[in-house]
């Protein structure tokens, strides 16, 4: 009998896999993805077989998971950073009603707004929001107003997906709508390429963020009203008493 | 010259966390942590110098394990989940300025709402939010904040610390809060004991979830209004068109 693990690949490479997502892609004959992320793992597993779609094609990808588990073999659907936030989790288990029952396995891996959140240092201790500002999936008014109410919940929030060719001006447009509310100086952050080698970031305060220009590569922080740069660092305090005595 | 890795150890024990965590924690000298954590790793790591606090001595926790750095060790501070996320990265870094400059790093890790959400299936596809319903660092009326402008957002949450021995109330009240706008028969899951072998998930509506007991070592989730149940699982979509044609 089959099975299939749908397994986050972290931030990177293998270095930021867990132990389980390592063992689960050991034990795998057949691994379905992305190209970008498949490339990621070969070196590790050169002896597997690699099954991937272009961008856009996730479907595809899903029932091609799900049809060869079916047949019997230990696939694994590998996302990268979670499987579970903006990933391939939620699809495959829908898709997998249509077919008969198969056994699948979700295995989580470390989000861009931890992994991220870490290269920045403490960036959102506190309670966050983890907002896409891709409106392929999602319209964009929805986007609009989830910005405005976190924002005036005064939540950190990592923003996903804050560019795309398409669309050069979301970060923009975002942030007019959090600098509704929010102060202009409110400490933010931006991480690029997390857990590669060409690794960046960057602190930055709100109205500067405004007119920065961000890739698709890239996750953006914006800070509470209580966070702050501490040396090199982007920090939002919890509340802790921090004093001796 | 010593060094100070701030490791998140994700759900359960060794199997959960990163390769780098790993390897941080195999480089190190000295782990602190929380008692609890530091069990969870004992095994693995024989040989290493262990020191811990008990609960709510958090900080001088950090502070010797900046002290300790300081003095040329290798020091792991040790948290479950991410280190980032209701961790011990903020107040670590805050308290460094302190010093004399020390070397830190933070290591991410895999944070209860991926591994819950994955346990449960694919519980947060879509933006969500995160809170925790600890009103020890946190006023009670901004936590009701967040959880209306939440719930007004149609966010998916993950909520943490959703009971204390003190306040055994608090996710009956928070259930309140987001049935003003949200549907009684939202799908909700809990987890209780995630990545361990104790492991329970259970998924039910809103006004269930009401009524439920919960524990400090549960996570609670709340779906956005598209979220439903697909046979065992707790999944909310994200918009993808899954026909064929």
Same mark, same amino acid.
């Given at each position: 009998?089959? !099975?299939?693990?749908?397994?986050?690949?972290?931030?990177?490479?293998?270095?930021?896999?867990?132990?389980?997502? $390592? +063992?689960?892609? /050991?034990?795998?004959?057949?691994?379905?993805?992305?190209?970008?992320?498949?490339?990621?793992?070969? +070196?590790?597993?050169?002896?597997?077989?690699? %099954?991937?779609?272009?961008? !856009?094609?996730?479907?595809?990808?899903?029932?091609?998971?799900?049809?060869? #588990?079916?047949?019997?073999?230990? =696939?694994?659907? @590998?996302?990268?950073?979670?499987?579970?936030?903006?990933?391939?989790?939620?699809?495959?288990?829908? @898709?997998?009603?249509?077919?008969?029952?198969?056994?699948?396995?979700?295995?989580?891996?470390?989000?861009?707004?931890?992994?991220?959140? *870490?290269?920045?240092?403490?960036?959102?201790?506190?309670?966050?929001?983890?907002?896409?500002?891709?409106?392929?999936?999602?319209?964009? &008014?929805?986007?609009?107003?989830?910005?405005? @109410?976190?924002?005036?919940?005064? $939540?950190?929030? *990592?923003?996903?997906?804050?560019?795309?060719?398409?669309?050069?001006?979301?970060?923009?447009? #975002?942030?007019?709508?959090?600098?509704?509310?929010?102060?202009?100086?409110?400490?933010?952050?931006?991480?690029? /390429?997390?857990?590669?080698?060409? /690794?960046? !970031?960057?602190?930055?305060?709100?109205?500067?963020?405004? &007119?920065?220009?961000?890739?698709? %590569?890239?996750?953006?922080?914006?800070?509470?009203?209580?966070?702050?740069? =501490?040396?090199?660092?982007?920090?939002?305090?919890?509340?802790?008493? @921090?004093? !001796?005595?």
């Amino acid at each position: 009998m089959g !099975k299939l693990s749908v397994i986050g690949l972290g931030p990177g490479g293998v270095s930021g896999m867990t132990r389980q997502a $390592f +063992e689960a892609l /050991q034990g795998c004959e057949l691994v379905v993805g992305y190209p970008v992320y498949l490339d990621l793992i070969r +070196e590790d597993f050169p002896e597997k077989e690699y %099954f991937s779609t272009p961008m !856009k094609q996730e479907i595809e990808r899903c029932r091609k998971a799900v049809e060869e #588990a079916l047949a019997g073999k230990q =696939v694994a659907l @590998l996302c990268s950073g979670d499987a579970g936030v903006y990933g391939m989790a939620g699809p495959v288990l829908e @898709l997998s009603e249509e077919y008969p029952p198969v056994e699948i396995e979700v295995i989580s891996g470390v989000t861009a707004a931890c992994a991220g959140a *870490a290269v920045l240092g403490g960036a959102l201790m506190h309670d966050f929001a983890v907002i896409s500002l891709s409106d392929l999936l999602t319209p964009w &008014d929805l986007i609009e107003k989830r910005l405005s @109410l976190a924002a005036q919940g005064d $939540f950190c929030i *990592a923003l996903y997906n804050p560019s795309s060719r398409k669309r050069k001006d979301h970060l923009k447009r #975002a942030c007019d709508i959090l600098l509704r509310t929010r102060e202009p100086e409110t400490v933010c952050g931006i991480v690029r /390429q997390i857990g590669r080698e060409e /690794q960046e !970031k960057r602190i930055l305060p709100l109205k500067d963020l405004r &007119d920065t220009e961000v890739d698709m %590569f890239t996750t953006v922080f914006i800070g509470n009203s209580q966070t702050k740069q =501490v040396g090199e660092w982007m920090v939002t305090p919890r509340g802790y008493h @921090l004093g !001796k005595g």
